[in-house]
T-cell receptor, first 114, second 113 residues
Framework: EAGVAQSPRYKIIEKRQSVAFWCNPI?????LYWYQQILGQGPKLLIQ????????DSQLPKDRFSAERLKGVDSTLKIQPAKLEDSAVYLCASSLEDRVTEAFFGQGTRLTVV | GNSVTQMEGPVTLSEEAFLTINCTYTATGYPSLFWYVQYPGEGLQLLLK?????DKGSNKGFEATYRKETTSFHLEKGSVQVSDSAVYFCALSDRRNTGKLIFGQGTTLQVKP
């Protein structure tokens, strides 16, 4: 079974530029999560989708971050404009449904903002 | 709000030593509890889980028991190997709250031969 795919693996941008990350969840998984993991900290949820609807985006900085999940499958997370403090690993995860106890994580995209 | 606190690392052990990584949580209701592991260069992987009080999760020689009375979920292994070197994250999921995971800050384990 293929896992959660993310791209790119690494990205370096200058502050005030924009960047986008892509995630392809495990086939059949209705729930998709984006987490932000700052160095030395645990992952923090940014946004959760159930199919193509948003379930929880309370921690998403909506002035600069946006995410979409068209057709309830792939998802993109965008940052525009980026700030230095956005440097982190962005993790995508998926699960069969929102109340299932196991989420599967991708390898993440490491973003460095200089 | 819900939160997870882990012991600070790094933890450095010799091969075959006994491992304990402490984890305590604050949550309303009855959360599910997890340990995730992140090996160098890899994504987070579920190591073990427990969904109700007194449950014991186990996998690959690791164990953790859901202790409601002490709000703890400490990770243990009787004999660590060099290949166990990784970052370990304790997490909870409040099933009333969409199933999202709330993570501790992570504990780095380094096992020396």
């Amino acid at each position: 079974e293929a896992g959660v795919a993310q791209s790119p693996r690494y990205k370096i941008i200058e502050k005030r530029q924009s960047v986008a990350f892509w995630c392809n969840p495990i086939s059949g998984h209705a729930t998709l999560y984006w987490y932000q993991q700052i160095l030395g900290q645990g992952p923090k949820l940014l946004i959760q989708f159930q199919n193509n609807g948003v379930v929880d985006d309370s921690q998403l900085p909506k002035d600069r971050f946006s995410a979409e999940r068209l057709k309830g499958v792939d998802s993109t997370l965008k940052i525009q404009p980026a700030k230095l403090e956005d440097s982190a690993v962005y993790l995508c995860a998926s699960s069969l449904e929102d109340r299932v106890t196991e989420a599967f994580f991708g390898q993440g995209t490491r973003l460095t903002v200089v | 709000g819900n939160s997870v606190t882990q012991m600070e690392g790094p933890v450095t052990l010799s091969e075959e030593a006994f491992l304990t990584i402490n984890c305590t949580y604050t949550a309303t209701g009855y959360p599910s509890l997890f340990w995730y592991v992140q090996y160098p260069g890899e994504g987070l992987q579920l190591l073990l889980k427990a969904t109700k009080a007194d449950d014991k999760g186990s996998n690959k020689g690791f164990e953790a028991t859901y202790r409601k009375e002490t709000t703890s979920f400490h990770l243990e292994k009787g004999s660590v190997q060099v290949s166990d070197s990784a970052v370990y994250f304790c997490a909870l999921s409040d099933r009333r709250n969409t199933g999202k995971l709330i993570f501790g800050q992570g504990t780095t384990l380094q096992v020396k031969p």
